[in-house]
Structures are given as C-alpha cells and as structure tokens.
C-alpha cells in the first residue's frame, strides 16, 4: 500500500507562484510514475502533469504548459509540482497519484492506483 502526502497549497495572488509536494514513507516514489490532478468543484478531475519513472520524460496538460514544471528530488523521496503564473482557473484540489505498471506516464485519471489526500490551491487577490 503506497500512502501519498501532498504539501505547499495554499492562498496566492493571481500570477503568483506555488510549488507543491508530493510525498511517502517506506517506498521510493521513484518506481513509480506520478501524476498531478485537480479538481474544481463542479468539475471532473483532471491531469495537469505527470513524470515517467523509466526516464523522468514529464507531460502537461495544454493549459498549464509553460508555467508548471513536475520533478523529482530523489534526495527527499519527492515528486514536486512548480507553477507559476497562476491565475484563478487554476484554483482547486492538487492531487498526487502513483501508478507502477507502466513506464511511461499520463493524464488519464484511470491507470493511477494509489492517490493523496489533496491539498487546496486559491488564486485570489
């Protein structure tokens, strides 16, 4: 069982900046591909980024290419979430989800297995 915590929401001003964490205990994130979701009430999930565990290669949903990056710290067991400029589109549930199946990664809701808790975004001045 894989136990994801996410971290760093929180209140910003629109083209502010967060940078989110996702994080476990007992296993290596790194075996595993992740993926980064939100959720805006009203709305379905959706897949804003996810990194590869085979070669790290990372995708991004349209909306969000330029000014979120998605990473590894290897050294924290940690998978982060940059973004910057964010705007009030951007508000909502951040979630992280593992998947080690494959080894490639994608935005897809369905092939992730073991997802956090969330942690809330706000854009707001």
């Known amino acids: 069982q894989l136990q994801l915590v996410e971290s760093g929401g929180g209140l910003v001003q629109p083209g502010g900046s967060l940078r989110l964490s996702c994080t476990t205990s007992g296993s290596t994130l790194n075996d595993y591909a992740i993926g980064w979701f939100r959720q805006a009430p009203g709305k379905e999930r959706e897949g804003v980024a996810c990194?590869?565990?085979?070669?790290?290669?990372?995708w991004y949903h349209n909306s969000v290419k330029g000014r979120f990056t998605v990473g590894r710290d290897n050294t924290k067991n940690t998978v982060y979430l940059r973004m910057n400029s964010l705007n009030p589109e951007d508000a909502a549930v951040y979630y992280c989800a593992a998947e080690g199946l494959f080894t490639g990664c994608g935005l897809d809701v369905g092939p992730y297995v073991w997802w956090g808790q969330g942690t809330q975004v706000t854009v707001s001045s």
């Open positions: 990194i590869s565990s085979s070669d790290n290669s990372s």
